[in-house]
């Protein structure tokens, strides 16, 4: 048993050894082949750092500009040139050229009332003056009348004195130094001296015989028969007919409207502090929710002088031209209208600065490096911010022309490697 135990203890120990031998064989056999791998080019390859990747930026000049800054309001489209047609004499419609959106000329027939009864009295009134003219003529013949005389010395002298107190009563009266009772007065010993004077020898005689009211008469009743003819009283646009074809119609009766939109007036509402930066000749930028991202130009044509005392906003009308009558009265417009005008600034555009630690900054471009610059701000409007460069080492100034970085940069740091992939520019409208 003793036997047993010491040939049981060798056999192990030899197989102990066996194995120790047959790792520290196969460890020594496996490095050669290791240090040959790291020696080659692919392990040199793994164990180089990753070149870094610049990183893609966009960004815009440094610019030397004038800083507009523009004052933002509500405001409402109007038109200056809006009639409401309304028939002037009484009658049947006869025509209607008029329809609704339609074009007119001025001048151009919208609508005819039937004349017939207009035109039986003028014939009536024309036999009316014929009849007193011709009285007038057989008296003149029979009473071997000359017609008008010249007045003798005398008279012809009251003539010119009451012509002359005529007139100064009526310069007296213009200017405020007598009463309408005395010009009138005056007016009356001039026209007693004309009729006395025998110079209105023909007018009285034609006024006894009625020719002079049977003239009013035809004159009246010709422009009655003009008014027949309705015309558009400037170019424009028909729109709200109200009547028809056939329809009696009363005088003073509405018919349809003429409105001209080639030019719309905008009127904003502009705070009762704010007034004073508003100048008559300063361009207006006007946007309309009907034409979304599409900017119309206006220009400050008056500034009311009342302050309304409801709001404390003073209206401020902006004429737009509108050629191709997209904008119509009524519209809501947002207006900006320029302010105030900063000449040659030197400038960025607003997203270009950041803060870091209080401190405002932007990013240059520096040979495909992003390089950070304090800056020190001045005046800014929502697209650009002044640059001022008073008390900055001359390294440190920005300068015309250099690119600073406007969308990228939020998390950027010092020298980190960038690439320009496009153009955030900002314009002042």
């Given at each position: 048993m003793v036997f047993s135990k010491k040939i049981l203890t060798i056999v192990l120990a030899v197989i102990l050894v066996g194995v120790l031998a047959f790792f520290l064989y196969f460890n020594k056999s496996k490095e050669p082949a290791a240090a040959g791998e790291a020696s080659g080019p692919a392990g040199q390859a793994a164990k180089q750092k990753p070149e870094e990747m610049p990183l893609p930026v966009k960004a815009a000049p440094v610019i030397r500009a004038d800083l507009i800054m523009k004052l933002k309001t509500p405001g409402e489209a109007v038109t200056e040139k809006k009639a409401t047609i309304k028939a002037e004499v009484t009658g049947v419609l006869k025509n209607i050229q008029a329809a609704e959106g339609k074009h007119v000329r001025e001048g151009e027939i919208l609508a005819e009332i039937d004349d017939q009864d207009i035109r039986l009295k003028l014939e009536r009134y024309e036999a009316s003056r014929w009849k007193a003219l011709s009285d007038l003529f057989l008296d003149r013949q029979f009473s071997g009348g000359q017609g008008n005389q010249p007045a003798d010395p005398k008279i012809a002298e009251k003539v010119n004195k009451t012509r002359e107190a005529f007139d100064k009563a009526g310069t007296d009266f213009v200017q405020g130094r007598v009463p309408r009772e005395d010009m009138e007065k005056a007016q009356r010993d001039y026209e007693m001296a004309l009729i006395e004077s025998g110079v209105k020898k023909d007018d009285v005689i034609a006024s006894s015989k009625g020719l002079t009211s049977a003239e009013i008469d035809v004159k009246t009743t010709k422009r009655e028969l003009e008014k027949t003819e309705i015309r558009a009283p400037f170019d424009g646009i028909v729109t709200e007919i109200k009547v028809s074809v056939k329809e009696n119609v009363a005088a003073g009766r509405d018919l349809f409207t003429v409105v001209n939109i080639s030019t719309i007036k905008v009127v904003a509402k502009v705070l009762e502090s704010e007034v004073g930066k508003i100048k008559i000749g300063r361009e207006a930028a006007l946007r309309f929710s009907a034409y979304?991202?599409?900017?119309?130009?206006?220009?400050?044509?008056?500034?009311?002088?009342?302050?309304?005392?409801?709001?404390?906003?003073?209206?401020?009308?902006?004429?737009?031209?509108?050629?191709?009558?997209?904008?119509k009265p009524g519209m809501h417009a947002e207006v900006e209208i320029v302010a105030a005008i900063f000449a040659n600034r030197l400038l960025v555009p607003h997203d270009a600065v950041l803060v870091r630690a209080g401190r405002k900054l932007v990013f240059v471009v520096e040979g495909g490096l992003a390089k950070w610059r304090y800056i020190q701000a001045g005046l800014e409007n929502e697209e650009y911010v002044e640059i001022l460069e008073e008390n900055v080492p001359d390294n440190e100034k920005l300068k015309e022309g250099e690119q600073v970085i406007t969308e990228g940069h939020i998390t950027l740091a010092h020298d980190a490697k960038v690439q320009i992939t496009g153009s955030k520019g900002q314009g002042q409208n």
């Amino acid at each position: 048993m003793v036997f047993s135990k010491k040939i049981l203890t060798i056999v192990l120990a030899v197989i102990l050894v066996g194995v120790l031998a047959f790792f520290l064989y196969f460890n020594k056999s496996k490095e050669p082949a290791a240090a040959g791998e790291a020696s080659g080019p692919a392990g040199q390859a793994a164990k180089q750092k990753p070149e870094e990747m610049p990183l893609p930026v966009k960004a815009a000049p440094v610019i030397r500009a004038d800083l507009i800054m523009k004052l933002k309001t509500p405001g409402e489209a109007v038109t200056e040139k809006k009639a409401t047609i309304k028939a002037e004499v009484t009658g049947v419609l006869k025509n209607i050229q008029a329809a609704e959106g339609k074009h007119v000329r001025e001048g151009e027939i919208l609508a005819e009332i039937d004349d017939q009864d207009i035109r039986l009295k003028l014939e009536r009134y024309e036999a009316s003056r014929w009849k007193a003219l011709s009285d007038l003529f057989l008296d003149r013949q029979f009473s071997g009348g000359q017609g008008n005389q010249p007045a003798d010395p005398k008279i012809a002298e009251k003539v010119n004195k009451t012509r002359e107190a005529f007139d100064k009563a009526g310069t007296d009266f213009v200017q405020g130094r007598v009463p309408r009772e005395d010009m009138e007065k005056a007016q009356r010993d001039y026209e007693m001296a004309l009729i006395e004077s025998g110079v209105k020898k023909d007018d009285v005689i034609a006024s006894s015989k009625g020719l002079t009211s049977a003239e009013i008469d035809v004159k009246t009743t010709k422009r009655e028969l003009e008014k027949t003819e309705i015309r558009a009283p400037f170019d424009g646009i028909v729109t709200e007919i109200k009547v028809s074809v056939k329809e009696n119609v009363a005088a003073g009766r509405d018919l349809f409207t003429v409105v001209n939109i080639s030019t719309i007036k905008v009127v904003a509402k502009v705070l009762e502090s704010e007034v004073g930066k508003i100048k008559i000749g300063r361009e207006a930028a006007l946007r309309f929710s009907a034409y979304p991202g599409k900017v119309f130009k206006g220009r400050v044509e008056a500034v009311s002088p009342i302050i309304n005392p409801e709001d404390k906003t003073c209206a401020v009308h902006i004429v737009v031209p509108n050629p191709q009558e997209e904008l119509k009265p009524g519209m809501h417009a947002e207006v900006e209208i320029v302010a105030a005008i900063f000449a040659n600034r030197l400038l960025v555009p607003h997203d270009a600065v950041l803060v870091r630690a209080g401190r405002k900054l932007v990013f240059v471009v520096e040979g495909g490096l992003a390089k950070w610059r304090y800056i020190q701000a001045g005046l800014e409007n929502e697209e650009y911010v002044e640059i001022l460069e008073e008390n900055v080492p001359d390294n440190e100034k920005l300068k015309e022309g250099e690119q600073v970085i406007t969308e990228g940069h939020i998390t950027l740091a010092h020298d980190a490697k960038v690439q320009i992939t496009g153009s955030k520019g900002q314009g002042q409208n």
